[in-house]
T-cell receptor, first 109, second 115 residues
Framework: KQEVTQIPAALSVPEGENLVLNCSFT??????LQWFRQDPGKGLTSLLL?????REQTSGRLNASLDKSSGRSTLYIAASQPGDSATYLC????????FGTGTRLQVFP | GAVVSQHPSRVICKSGTSVKIECRSL??????MFWYRQFPKQSLMLMAT?????????EQGVEKDKFLINHASLTLSTLTVTSAHPEDSSFYIC???????????FGAGTRLSVL
């Protein structure tokens, strides 16, 4: 059974810091992995999608990497801003999406 | 783009009533739709997978008679929470997937509060 874990569960940092959020999964047989952002009480915003054949994807200040063989993905946020405060979810796609436990990020001025 | 519309965004109802939530793919045909539930401070849990024209597949522990799913067309799936009770209060999110793709597009979610 696929299990997805995210570390840390919560993170509070001053703005300007570079951040690394971690996601690990137990079964490497995935189609792709996706990172989402969720603001309190809101739906999901897709940030980055990495296909199983890819190693990383970049969008602006965000960079996500995927090491399928070791069952790991990282989301790197450069020069964090207060507007980045949200919960970040990773999800692995094995024909259905299995979501991780999430990392609650707070960036303070 | 691929837009998924979910309605209503919020519903408050009395215990014992039934609530219907709609999920529509606006600019593509969705052969498969998914329904998720999210309790406060928890992650999303898949409830069921619905394929157009066939019965939904429910995840373990999800009561199919309580959560009725209908996927009668390639652009619409509905989730009906029957005889809702306070413990059904949650955030329900749908997603849709195009034929041949392995990407899900998400609706904005529905917050259900049962009094």
């Amino acid at each position: 059974k696929q299990e997805v874990t995210q570390i840390p569960a919560a993170l509070s940092v001053p703005e300007g810091e570079n951040l690394v959020l971690n996601c690990s999964f137990t079964d490497s047989a995935i189609y792709n992995l996706q990172w989402f952002r969720q603001d309190p009480g809101k739906g999901l915003t897709s940030l980055l999608l990495i296909q199983s054949s890819q190693r990383e994807q970049t969008s602006g200040r965000l960079n996500a990497s995927l090491d399928k063989s070791s069952g790991r993905s990282t989301l790197y946020i450069a020069a964090s801003q207060p507007g980045d405060s949200a919960t970040y979810l990773c999800a692995v796609n094995t024909d259905k999406l299995i979501f991780g436990t999430g990392t609650r990020l707070q960036v303070f001025p | 783009g691929a837009v998924v519309s979910q309605h209503p965004s919020r519903v408050i109802c009395k215990s014992g009533t039934s609530v219907k939530i709609e999920c529509r793919s606006l600019d593509f045909q969705a052969t498969t739709m998914f329904w998720y539930r999210q309790f406060p401070k928890q992650s999303l849990m898949l409830m069921a997978t619905s394929n157009e024209g066939s019965k939904a597949t429910y995840e373990q522990g999800v009561e199919k008679d309580k959560f009725l799913i209908n996927h009668a067309s390639l652009t619409l799936s509905t989730l009906t929470v029957t005889s809702a009770h306070p413990e059904d209060s949650s955030f329900y999110i749908c997603s849709a997937r195009r034929l041949g793709e392995n990407i899900q597009y998400f609706g904005a979610g529905t917050r259900l509060s049962v009094l």
